[in-house]
């Protein structure tokens, strides 16, 4: 495990959906509901052509006003919608317009420069850091965004460390300078202060706060003048009473991009100048490398600084040709090569009304025009792509192809899914998977009409395939529907869906606690079972010692137990793996025919009945050695379910009289949290049977480490984000199983009724 705290903190996490919804795609949207244009005739674009980004950032920065500016520079639609009018191509889901912040990624494109920029817009919420997952595995590269009131944010840190896991480099944009408690500086701080990657300013601003409309461009040695809300903007010179600061600046980018090539630095100590071309050209290796991360600021609901960042992308930002190759799950690099076999790996996958399956992919090599046939990997199925868009929210633009390096859709491929890789039967690969995070809430849930039981199966299957970070089961165990997920809000959020697009009420509740049954010494018991109904009889009698099972225990050869001296003589033995976690050890000890060899596996049988349904709480038993060493039969009344019965009550009686206990499952839980919030979150779940392993402070923020009791979690996003103002985040992981306190398990022996007849 990485030694650092950040790169410990999201180690776990990183394990193998997408945060999507059900959106309805149109191309005949008015122009004066919906800013969107009608593209036809889109040009087929070349990997060399392309680039592939990100918005990230903490919640409320500005990202899907930014996405909005960069499809207006890039003429995607004649003019720009906002948030509060609800017309983004961004956020244009009714639930999005209700709560105003997105909750599903978007995936559009712009074209500048002769160039197409595939944009996806990522929700800032961690309920919702799946979409981000899937986002990072086929962008390129990543823009971070920054509100200037309140620079370096816990959503900062927290995508931050996605982008590190995920090794993918970042470009920074100051946003909304235009506020009134907007600082660029104190924003740049913060960043210095908690980035791991060297931050490099390329532009800073003139006049920030409500009049701001000019930035200097450290890079081109220019000022950037806007007149209107549009983009519109003059090239000026450098101000007298800014040279000093912006040559500094210059000067800083300048050994910045020198640094990362030997050329370079070479050409910079021989004539203590780099062209602007040099420097973008060290800048596109720092940048690659994760070693550096420029600073661009603006106004994205202005339109200020949009255009200036589109053409450092272009200019400087990795392409699919020089970003890191794919690999397969074999360790194969796939290269952006157009002449090679087709690959394309899907990505996001959703279910629309009247059109079905959509799966979005990016082409991963070679070149895939409509009725394309390519085999899934997975499945081995051939899958026919009858047709191709490009996306652009809800617009769905038809091309005819997609080179290397591109994203974008097509419609009704029934067998395929996220995370599904789709190539040429000639050479048939498998990219390696999308790894999702581990959910972090739990909770039960049902229908709450009856008779709606099975509709909401098939719904929460759709839900499922829609969002991979969505769990779904039927616990047989707790007999109760499970679903999981990465927060409180994001399982509201399916819960408002199925009830407006599906007319489906359902309620969540505590889900029960999957614990468990052991015992803690050796005992025995016998039991007779007897029952004469005027027919045939039933006869089984058992005689049967239990103790504690625990790795590398000696071979039982002698009990004493209840004043019995007991000899052991094994005649056989089996070793089970319980489906639940933990053994079961059983041996057949049975001396001078007492007890006849084809009874023992309803003995068998019995036992395990028991297990399945604990004697304490009908919790799952485990960890346990049976020793049947003696019994009786008869010769005409004893059958199979004699035996079974005979055994299921002995070994209960037995089980009783052991130590029993009741084991709870525990979680490591990690808390990210400012340093202000730490005693309040620290209390809190001290008040929650926590054990504290460790505290670590990184950078502004406190990092907590606790082992947790399942029983004790049930809404604990909703708590610590009520404790921390919404600043915080925790991880959750499975840790073990461990006995309760004595006070608690007198609380569930009381609450549990065992209703076993006999």
């Not at 919790?619 to 035996?643: L, Q, T, W």
Request: hydrophobic residues 35%.
């Amino acid at each position: 495990m990485p030694g650092n705290l950040a790169d410990r903190f999201f180690s776990y996490i990183y394990k193998a959906k997408f945060e999507n919804h059900r959106r309805i795609f149109r191309q005949d949207e008015s122009v004066s509901q919906k800013p969107y244009k009608k593209i036809t005739n889109m040009k087929n674009y070349s990997a060399k052509e392309i680039k592939n980004i990100v918005l990230i950032g903490a919640p409320g920065t500005g990202k899907t006003t930014l996405a909005e500016a960069m499809a207006f520079e890039g003429k995607v639609i004649d003019r720009r919608g906002s948030i509060e009018a609800n017309n983004t191509l961004s956020d244009n889901t009714d639930i999005e317009h209700e709560y105003k912040r997105s909750i599903y990624s978007t995936i559009l494109f712009t074209e500048f420069m002769e160039r197409k920029l595939n944009i996806i817009d990522c929700p800032g919420s961690d309920d919702f850091c799946g979409s981000l997952f899937s986002a990072f595995k086929v962008a390129d590269v990543g823009v971070m965004v920054f509100n200037a009131q309140n620079g370096w944010e816990v959503g900062s840190e927290i995508q931050a460390r996605y982008a590190r896991v995920l090794n993918k480099p970042l470009i920074a944009f100051v946003n909304q300078l235009d506020s009134d408690k907007a600082s660029f500086d104190a924003t740049l701080e913060s960043i210095r202060a908690a980035s791991r990657v060297k931050p490099v300013v390329v532009q800073y601003p003139v006049n920030p706060g409500p009049g701001f409309d000019a930035f200097i461009d450290v890079l081109l040695m220019k000022m950037y003048r806007f007149k209107d809300e549009n983009g519109t903007r003059e090239e000026l010179d450098i101000p007298a009473e800014e040279a000093e600061k912006a040559q500094a600046l210059n000067k800083e980018l300048v050994e910045a991009a020198a640094e990362y090539d030997d050329a370079l630095m070479e050409l910079y100590f021989e004539k203590g100048m780099l062209t602007q071309d040099d420097i973008r050209a060290g800048l596109k290796l720092g940048v690659a490398k994760r070693d550096v991360m420029p600073i661009f600021c603006c106004s994205a609901r202005r339109d200020i600084g949009t255009k200036r960042l589109m053409e450092f992308i272009i200019n400087v930002a990795p392409g699919p040709q020089s970003a890191p190759k794919f690999l397969t799950t074999e360790g194969e690099e796939l290269a952006a090569d157009e002449t090679q076999p087709a690959v394309a790996f899907v990505f996001k996958s959703q279910l629309e009304q009247h059109i079905g399956e959509i799966s979005y992919f990016r082409v991963i090599r070679g070149k895939i025009t409509e009725g394309t046939e390519l085999v899934n990997s997975r499945t081995g199925n051939k899958e026919k792509l009858s047709q191709l868009f490009a996306v652009a929210g809800k617009n769905r633009i038809k091309v005819t192809e997609l080179s290397a390096g591109d994203i974008g859709c097509t419609v009704k491929l029934k067998g395929t899914r996220t995370n599904d890789t789709l190539a040429a039967a000639s050479a048939v690969v498998t990219v390696e998977p999308i790894v999702f995070p581990e959910p972090r809430y739990r909770a039960a849930v049902k229908a709450k009409e009856q008779s709606d039981e099975e509709k909401l199966g098939k719904l929460l299957n759709d839900a499922k395939y829609e969002d991979p970070t969505i769990l779904v089961e039927y616990s047989k165990e707790l007999k109760q529907t499970i679903i999981q997920g990465q927060g409180e809000h994001h399982l509201n959020i399916l819960k408002s869906r199925l009830a407006s697009e599906n007319k489906m009420d359902i309620e969540y509740f505590a889900p029960k606690i999957p614990y468990r049954e052991t015992i803690t010494k050796v005992a025995q018991a016998d039991y007779r079972h007897k029952k004469q109904s005027g027919g045939a009889g039933q006869f089984g009698e058992v005689h049967m010692v239990i103790e504690p099972y625990y790795e590398g225990m000696p071979e039982p050869t002698r009990y004493k137990v209840a004043g019995k001296d007991i000899t052991v003589n094994v005649k056989g033995k089996e070793e089970y793996d319980l489906d639940w976690g933990g053994k079961l050890q059983f041996y057949n000890s049975i001396v001078g025919g007492a007890i006849d060899a084809r009874f023992m596996p309803a003995i068998l049988k019995g036992v395990m009945e028991k297990m399945d349904e604990g004697p304490l709480t009908g919790s799952y038993a485990r960890d346990i050695r049976v020793v049947i060493y003696d019994g009786k039969m008869h010769p005409v009344d004893s059958n199979e379910i004699s035996f079974k019965l005979a055994a299921r009550n002995a070994f209960k009686e037995a089980f009783r009289n052991a130590g029993p206990k009741i084991m709870e499952p525990i979680y490591s839980v990690e808390v990210l949290t400012p340093s202000e919030y730490m005693g309040a979150v620290m209390s809190d779940l001290q008040n929650r049977r926590a054990m504290i392993m460790g505290m670590e402070s990184d950078k502004g923020f406190d990092r907590l480490n606790a082992r947790v009791p399942l029983a004790e979690l049930y809404r604990y996003s909703t708590s610590l984000s009520s404790l921390t103002s919404g600043a915080a985040t925790y991880t959750m992981q499975f840790a073990s199983y461990e006995q309760v306190p004595a006070d608690v398990q007198d609380k569930l022996l009381k609450a549990y009724a065992d209703t076993d007849e006999d």
